[in-house]
């Protein structure tokens, strides 16, 4: 599975922004899927995940009701709708891919990483 994050910029503080991932390969119905995001000088950290199904999601609680985590199976497309932004969301976004059909909060259990696109907040 290839993973191709798109989507990030730069939104002032309380703007909105969708990231897409966009996957190849024609399982993409079967993973597990995540979004993850790194600071500078920080660790990666998770952010979101989603069942192969769409019916289980899972947020990081500084996201909570803030970003929604969804997909497309058909488009095989992973999306992370955030709004609400803070200046401490800044950093680069990561999708991720897992072999099962939920998606984990360890970043050590995907499977494929995208490239990363950059979400800058600015107060």
Known sequence: VQLQA??????QAGGSLRLSCAASG???GRYGMGWFRQAPGKEREFVAAISWSGGSTTYADSVKGRFTITRDNAK????LQMNSLRPE??????CAARSTTYGS???TQ??????GTQVTVSS
Do not use: E, K, M, P
């Not at 798109?6 to 939104?11: D, E, K, P, R």
């Not at 969301?89 to 990561?94: E, F, G, S």
């Open 6 to 11: 798109s989507g990030g910029g730069l939104v």
């Open 89 to 94: 969301d800044t950093a680069v976004y990561y």
């Open 26 to 28: 024609r399982t993409f």
């Open 105 to 107: 909060t360890w970043a």
């Open 110 to 115: 995907y499977d494929y990483w995208g490239q």
């Open 76 to 79: 095989n497309t992973v999306y």
